[in-house]
């Protein structure tokens, strides 16, 4: 029987490439918070990224067309940074920022995570990693983020943040 009333939630992941394995996190705590929170309040919070919600377009810049096709309709976002800023944009350091910056001017909530976890340090390119603290220090007074130190720990955080923020 389908259910009645339900509101839907989309939210978007918004993340550079180094933190990939972190979308599975963020899609299981959605999957958790629907299955426990959703069925019982009548709320459903669907997961958007770019691999899988966005089509081949032409026409103009990829970021204007992902921001057109579907992350301005997204209602909150979740971005995560580790120490990858991403690929710059015509209007922004990388696409991450952009939708950010696309969230935030649309009075839209932004969950956003700062990964402090080990890596190879041959693995780090210095270059990206100061723009990810660059962005982190600009941001601090723009809102509240959390630094994360594993996956447990994201998936513990995130669970409980879409909760104190659905239903506050």
């Known amino acids: 029987m389908p259910r009645v009333g339900i509101t839907a939630y989309d939210l978007l992941i918004s993340c550079p490439g180094d933190v990939n394995r972190f979308i599975d996190i963020i899609r299981e705590c959605v999957d958790n918070f629907n299955r426990v929170y959703g069925n019982i309040n009548n709320v459903e919070i669907v ?6 919600d966005s089509y081949p377009q032409s026409g103009d ?3 204007e067309l992902l921001n057109k096709q579907f992350v301005r309709e997204c209602d909150a976002a979740v971005a995560i940074f580790w120490t990858k800023f991403g690929t710059p944009t015509d209007k922004y350091g990388s696409g991450t920022e952009e939708e950010i910056e696309e969230m935030l001017s649309s009075n839209k909530q932004v969950f956003m995570y700062f990964l402090d976890a080990p890596i190879n340090p041959s693995n780090v390119d210095m270059e990206q990693y100061k ?4 962005f982190k220090e600009k941001y601090k007074d723009r809102g509240i983020y959390f630094i994360v ?19 506050r």
């Open 47 to 52: 997961t958007k990224h770019w691999s899988t």
């Open 61 to 63: 810049k990829p970021q």
């Open 131 to 134: 723009k990810v603290q660059t």
């Open 149 to 167: 130190k594993d996956e447990h720990e994201l998936r513990q955080l995130f669970t409980n943040h879409l909760g104190m923020y659905f239903f």
